[in-house]
């Protein structure tokens, strides 16, 4: 136990280094992208809309049950749903599935999912008929367009240690924030969290952010927005698809038993400066900033 504490202090110390390092060259970084107009935005925030085919328009304009079907071969560009863990990438999917018929793709095959009802999770990403196509990564090549999920990183390091854990189902123990394991996530997924938000940030191709909160507020509205992003249409009968099906079978409702605030001083010291300078980036795109959840 002795040498733990100087350890950890060192690594804190470092990481609030890199942190300054990383603020002050992404910040200079898209200031001087602006200046040249390398990142034209929209007066609403983004980078445009994407274009859908006839065919794939008119297959959520006829469909009248909620049923899900593959759009045909190479008629839908490839479109990342792009989160860090945590956030809330399959209940998104869920949703976008639902409020189109057509299935949500991966970049990798998930049994679990496929199982789950994810049907395109099996399909080659190149076919081009799935709706999106769910990534972790960073990598913004091969997409046409991308929808950035953003999520209080707090929130999302929360629900990514809650589980590794104990699962999707199960409870974490406060005794679990007490560990080096516990410590070691936050500065990785902190980290994470803000170099694949600007990596995507940085994505001049059409772009659409979701922010978790505003997603779970008016869940709905934040729908429409997506799928009017995707070229598409939300109909009246997929609306009624929506409403009577918002949940999905593999979101996770209810609070955990986690203590109140299991981050130490330095971890808020080292997350608030990458929220700051996303926030920073975020404004400057025409995007409303990042908000706490509560």
Partial sequence: MGVYRPIATIKIILASACVLL?????Y????????LGKLSTSVSGGFGS????????????????????????????????????????????????VATGIYTGNMNVSDELYNAGFLGDKEQY?????????THKRKLEPFEGAILILRDPYKAILAEFNRRIAGKTGITQSSHFKTQEWTDTVHVLGERWYTHTMTWLSFTKPLHVVKYAELKRDTLREVRKMVEFLGLNLTPSRRRCLLDDMNGQLKKTGKKALPTDPFTKDMHQVLDRYIESVNKVLRHLNFCALEREE
Avoid: F
Wanted: aromatic share 8%; charged share 15%.
């Fill in 28 to 35: 200079k970084y898209y200031s001087t992208m602006l200046v």
């Fill in 50 to 97: 994407m274009v859908m085919p006839d065919e794939v328009m008119r297959m959520t304009e006829i469909s009248t049950n909620c049923s899900l079907r593959l759009a045909p071969y190479h008629s839908i560009p490839l479109i990342a749903l792009t989160s860090i863990p945590g956030s809330g990438n399959t209940w998104t999917r869920h949703l976008l599935q």
């Fill in 126 to 134: 190149t076919k081009g008929t799935t709706l999106t196509l769910k």
């Fill in 22 to 26: 990383i603020y002050i060259v992404t």
